[in-house]
């Protein structure tokens, strides 16, 4: 189903299907939604009255399907307790169902210890994703959501995330994103332990800092940490996916997109 308009696309989406838990007619118009003229502003919004679930979070999930090769809606996934899964930060929607799907690791950001030895740590209470105190090759799927912007040392923690996967795993990564910068937007600068501001400071959610703001120079960093590297443009209003790109990208020497079959996962949503 195509839409020409704006309006005409929130209309599918107020009657489409969350890939989340399942549910239909239950996505969230913004009050304004008659007066809204871009729909990529969207990927904040259009939450689902079922699960909490926004724009970007559905559009995750449609990274992650297409990674696995599944095609319903997260919520009616058969358990795959083999594969080892790391989050960071997950909340809203997804993070009631994984549990129950796969064994996962959702983790939200705590500094690494200052000093060595000490008592034992609980690898699920917290981590950096510049110093990640998993072994080599521990996890089958790395997903990040918005939080590589606000790291200082980004290129520490491409290697990192690289380092914990397994060879064949894989990494679903959203960012703040424009594909068409060649290179990345840097805002804040590391210089002698402490952060430059070349422009002024920009905040997200629980006041985190944006240190940059990426462009394709990102896929060719991934590529180099050894990663095979996808960049999917999604717009998608039957699962009020709005125009938004999520990044793909698997431990090895290619990356296989097969099972992004969007066909496939509409029909699932809506039978």
């Known amino acids: 189903m195509s839409a020409t308009t704006p309006q005409q696309w929130l209309s599918i989406a107020a009657r489409g299907s969350c890939n989340v838990c399942g549910g239909t007619g239950t996505i969230e118009l913004p009050p304004d939604h008659e007066q809204i003229a871009d729909i990529g502003t969207l990927r904040e919004m259009l939450g689902c009255r079922e699960c909490g679930a926004i724009s970007r979070d559905r559009a995750l999930i449609v990274g992650l399907a297409g990674m696995l090769g599944e095609s319903s809606p997260l919520a009616q996934w058969a358990p795959r307790k083999t594969i080892r899964m790391f989050e960071t930060s997950g909340y809203r929607g997804h993070p009631r169902y994984l549990p129950e799907i796969v064994d996962y690791y959702n983790v939200p950001y705590a500094p690494p210890p200052h000093q060595e030895g000490g008592e034992p740590v609980d690898a699920r209470a917290g981590a950096d994703l510049q ?12 997903m990040t959501a918005e939080v590589l912007e606000h790291v200082p040392d980004e290129q520490l923690a491409i290697r990192e995330i690289a380092r914990v996967l397994s060879p ?37 959610a629980e006041e985190t800092l944006v240190y940059r703001i990426y462009g394709r120079d990102l896929l060719s960093d991934l590529a180099s940490a050894g990663l095979a590297v996808g960049h999917l443009f999604l717009d998608i209003p039957e699962l009020a996916v709005s125009r938004q790109s999520v990044i793909v990208a698997t431990k090895g020497s290619f990356v296989d997109l097969a099972g992004f079959r969007v066909d496939s996962w509409l029909g699932a949503s809506q039978s």
């Open 131 to 142: 110093d990640l105190q998993f072994p080599d090759g521990f996890f089958d799927v790395v």
């Open 168 to 204: 064949g795993g894989h990494l679903v990564l959203e960012v703040p994103y424009a594909h068409h910068l060649e290179r990345s937007d840097v805002r804040v600068h590391r210089w002698h332990e402490r952060d430059v501001y070349l422009y002024p400071p920009e905040y997200h």
